[in-house]
């Protein structure tokens, strides 16, 4: 039962956790998550599915949990422990555990920074690799040496060279493995293999037996190799690669290389691009090694399907270029990228995959001067017949396909124009779709294929001009297309700069809705009429006159503005506001000013009244340049926005001042707690008769049922100023104190308010704390006042910090109870709370040496408040902290012979850190 809760509550935690790391830990700490975390792991009633979930969180934030190097070696530590304790059944728990430390010692810095844990589990993982025992557990033992190779390629592959003094070693294993293992050793030592060679090309020279020796090692890891990180293989600039200047020893070498590729058919398609790429780099580094190496290859990889092995292949070509692929290879090359692009049983991401290669080949679009493709060259119109765009074709597929063969017709010439003529008609099929109420996604891919289409064949008035009148004709049947009409007409002006086909278009949109009949008019269609002509309101190359006559018309002969509402005359006042920015505002001056007085006088709706009010007041009063600082906020404004533009009101700099709150350049005050050294007040008041022992526990805890009770902390600090500050700030009023939490530990603190601060004792501000949690904390602190000048300020404070002491109270129970009574009730609440099955109750022990100093003057020292009873005979105190809302920290002090023995009870675990720490603190001082 007590597994199953577990469980449950760390699926709950977990989902919390991966959701959003950060707000998670600002209910807690990233220590106290790690240290309730490793808890569970250590405990062995949990089942192994738990842990391997805990273990997942680690796995996937390493850095979040450990924060420094520190953290991340003890939390190796713990978990190379607990590996180590795994009973041998359980497999996955410890595949699990090997990749949590893996990544744990990587992002924590832990490997390049050589500690112990490091080295134990590097030797760790070297010794499963080899233990090729299968006897032992069969299948389930193969698979703790696959993830040890995993573990040690990725190691490899962050710190290169690590273990190339291993090579040996690692080519016997990978020799002797029959099982399916073998991949994951051959590609572990290609990877080491091609590190070591990385290494010695950086030297200034390679000393006779080096790489003989390198490729014989058989010794420890190579740490000193991390010390100087390798640079990025850079595999797209051969003559930057570093070279290894040998050739006595390259027999060898090469004997390696081939050998590896005639055994990569065994492999799987990644494990084999994986390969791939390593020997690529290796024959790039070896001048000895001839590219032609790879030939044999070239023919399996030309034909095969997998794009993890068209990967490889992509990277050889850009490695070797001509020294591997002849005129013919890229050619045949081309021509199997054109075939597999249109393959029925690939998916559609993998024919983007292979359409994306074509349309980027360096052969088939070769790079020009400046740095741009140029034109198709391998890929004719007559060999890219195939991949024509069908409406058949899905639309990723369909606009991929008009964009590549768009790119091979423009270099066709301009009299035999079919190509072009047929994606013209595969537009119009498309157009006849959606004027058919196609789908959703077919009115996008419509509209995105006439993006395309215009952004190669902007230039020919043949198919533009088609092209407007089929848009016009489509619009004038499906109004609600204005939005994606006016996004098609932007990213055109934003793309073909020098195109004259979008003002065309908004031109012919123009007109046929002025050329509307009324009757023909709705709500619904006006106010996608009112879009467009808004849209055109922006261009001013287009004449605005039939716009507002046409806006005025309809205005005075129909319902509008009765029925319109404030949607409908928010749309009408878009287009007045655009106009209002028009280089020929002169010209419509008097027509927008009638469409702006009927609209004051006659519009059903107040706020669209108001606005067509101020419009007028604009249009009437201001000069354009004073015009357009008012209504535009772009960059064309120039001078007329650092002054004021208003010609009604000036502007009142003291008006402007007293109506401001200002910021402070520095803080001018602080917060300095107040050390209290007074009796503390009790919780309780009242009268009480004497309580029999067997009643006090319940007696205690009835009280809890008072909402409220016992739940606040009580910080007092003196509010003062941060030194010598300003005149200006010596006498301050009206101050206003905001907290601000950095967890959700804490309930929200209210604000305080002091009347005044000046040159005299400073008051005593008293923050009231409830906590959700009893943790440590810290507030954000913020402060507004006034000065005498009567101007307002703002100021930051320094963070208030709320230690682990400020939280204790002492027992909260009523003045009048005995003495005897406490120490009763001190008793029960040490019984119960070691009792308790509970997962948060624990004991702990805690000793210091106590030296020269009294045990009694300590106590009464640092404890006085919270004691309960004290034996000076024995040398013996009972000490308890209560902390809000309701945890219990009990302390049994006992003097024994060679130290002091501070026996600790709480029934909250995790506040074990935080009680050693304080406990440590306290008896250190002298």
């Not at 095969?304 to 050889?316: G, K, P, Q, S």
């Not at 009142?652 to 107040?674: A, E, F, N, R």
């Amino acid at each position: 039962m007590m597994a199953t809760t577990t469980a449950s509550s760390w699926s709950q935690k977990h989902a919390a956790f991966t959701l959003s790391p950060s707000q998670f830990l600002s209910s807690t700490t990233s220590e106290c998550f790690l240290a309730e975390l490793l808890h569970d792991l250590r405990d062995d009633r949990a089942s192994e599915s738990t842990k391997i979930l805990l273990l997942s969180l680690l796995q996937e934030y390493p850095n979040v949990l450990c924060p420094g190097t520190m953290a991340g070696e003890e939390t190796a530590l713990e978990l190379l422990s607990i590996f180590n304790q795994a009973p041998p059944r359980f497999i996955s728990l410890k595949c699990h555990l090997m990749l949590a430390i893996t990544n744990i010692l990587v992002c924590t810095s832990c490997v390049d920074r050589q500690v112990n844990v490091a080295e134990m589990f590097l030797d760790l993982l070297f010794q499963t690799v080899q233990d090729t025992n299968d006897h032992k557990d069969g299948q389930a033992f193969r698979s703790l040496r696959a993830v040890a190779c995993d573990c040690l390629r990725e190691v490899e592959t962050c710190f290169p060279g690590l273990l190339s003094q291993k090579l040996e070693a690692l080519y016997l294993l990978k020799q002797q493995e029959t099982t399916p293992l073998h991949q994951a050793y051959c590609v572990l030592y290609t990877l080491g293999l091609k590190n070591a060679i990385h290494h010695l090309s950086r030297g200034n020279g390679v000393a006779d037996g080096e790489l003989k020796s390198v490729l014989a090692g058989n010794e420890g890891f190579a740490w000193k190799a991390i010390e100087k990180p390798l640079p990025p293989f850079p595999v797209s600039s051969l003559g930057q690669i570093p070279m290894l200047q040998t050739c006595t020893e390259s027999k060898e070498l090469k004997s390696i290389v081939s050998l590896l590729l005639e055994e990569s058919y065994l492999l799987t398609p990644v494990f084999q691009a994986v390969l791939l790429r390593e020997l690529v780099e290796v024959v790039a580094m070896v001048q000895a090694l001839s590219p032609a190496i790879f030939k044999s290859q070239l023919l399996r990889l030309f034909g095969t399907a997998e794009i993890t092995l068209l990967h490889a292949t992509l990277l050889m070509k850009a490695t070797f270029t001509d020294s591997l692929f002849t005129t013919e290879d890229e050619n045949f090359f081309i021509k199997r990228l054109v075939g597999m692009a249109q393959h029925p049983l690939l998916s559609n991401t993998q024919k983007l995959f292979y359409m994306d290669c074509i349309l980027h080949f360096p052969e088939n679009r070769p790079i020009s001067s400046n740095g741009e493709e140029s034109l198709p060259v391998l890929v004719t119109p007559r060999l890219a017949a195939s991949l024509l765009p069908t409406v058949f074709n899905d639309s990723s597929t369909m606009l991929c396909r008009l964009s590549l063969l768009s790119l091979v017709y423009m270099e066709a010439d301009e009299d035999d124009d079919k190509g072009v003529s047929y994606l013209f008609n595969h537009l119009m099929a498309l157009h006849r779709i959606v004027d058919n109420h196609g789908t959703r996604e077919m009115t996008v891919t419509f509209f995105r294929a006439v993006f395309t289409f215009l952004s190669y064949f902007y230039y020919s008035e043949k198919f533009t001009s088609d092209l407007t009148a089929r848009l016009c004709e489509l619009y004038s049947r499906h109004y609600y297309l204005a939005p994606n009409l006016i996004n098609l007409i932007d990213r055109a002006q934003e793309c073909l700069g020098d195109s004259e086909w979008p003002i065309q278009l908004l031109k012919a949109l123009q007109k046929q809705i002025v050329e509307l009949p009324h009757p023909q008019l709705t709500l619904q269609s006006l106010s996608w009429h009112l879009k467009i002509l808004g849209r055109v309101a922006r261009e001013g190359q287009v004449p605005q006159r039939n716009s507002l006559c046409f806006l005025l018309s309809v205005l005075i002969n129909s319902s509008l503005c009765a029925a319109g509402g404030w949607r409908l005359g928010n749309a009408v006042l878009a287009v007045c506001r655009n106009l209002l920015l028009h280089p020929s505002l002169d010209q419509v001056f008097i027509e927008l000013a009638d469409l702006l007085q009927h609209i004051m006088h006659h519009y059903n709706d107040t706020d669209i009244q108001d606005h067509a009010r101020f419009y007028y007041t604009l249009l009437t009063n201001l000069s354009r340049e004073k015009l357009s600082g008012v209504l535009a906020k772009g960059p064309d404004v120039g001078p007329a926005k650092v002054r004021s533009l208003s010609s009604i009101m000036a502007e009142s700099d003291g008006l402007s001042s007293c109506l401001t709150i200002h910021q402070t350049k520095q803080p001018v005050l602080q917060l300095v707690k107040v050390q209290d050294s007074g009796a503390w007040e009790a919780l309780g008041k009242g009268a009480s008769d004497s309580i029999e022992e067997k009643e006090v526990l319940t007696i205690y805890r009835e009280q809890f049922l008072s909402p409220g009770f016992a739940s606040e902390v009580l910080l007092k600090c003196h509010l003062m100023h941060v030194g010598e500050v300003e005149a200006l700030y010596h006498k301050l009023f009206s101050i206003r104190l905001h907290f601000d939490l950095t967890d959700s530990n804490y309930e929200e603190v209210q604000d305080v308010t002091v009347p005044c601060l000046k040159d005299r004792k400073p008051p005593v501000i008293h923050l009231k704390l409830k906590p959700r949690q009893p943790y440590p904390t810290r507030l954000h602190a913020s402060a507004m006042f006034t000065t005498e000048d009567g101007l307002s300020w703002y100021s930051q404070l320094e963070d208030v910090s709320v230690s682990f002491p400020d939280i204790f109270l002492p027992l909260p129970v009523k003045t009048d109870w005995s003495q005897e009574n406490r120490e009763q009730l001190f008793d029960h609440i040490w019984r119960c709370t070691c009792s308790e099955e509970s997962s948060q109750s624990t004991t702990s022990l805690f000793c210091f040496e106590l030296g020269d100093r009294c045990l009694c003057d300590l106590v009464e020292s640092n404890f006085h408040p919270y004691l309960i009873s004290k034996d000076l005979k024995q040398e013996s105190y009972k000490v308890l902290f209560f902390l809000p809302p309701q945890c219990h920290v009990l302390l049994n002090i006992a003097n024994a012979e060679d130290a002091v023995r501070v026996s600790i009870v709480t029934d909250n675990w995790k506040l074990l850190p935080y009680i050693n720490s304080y406990l440590k603190n306290v008896t250190s001082k002298v």
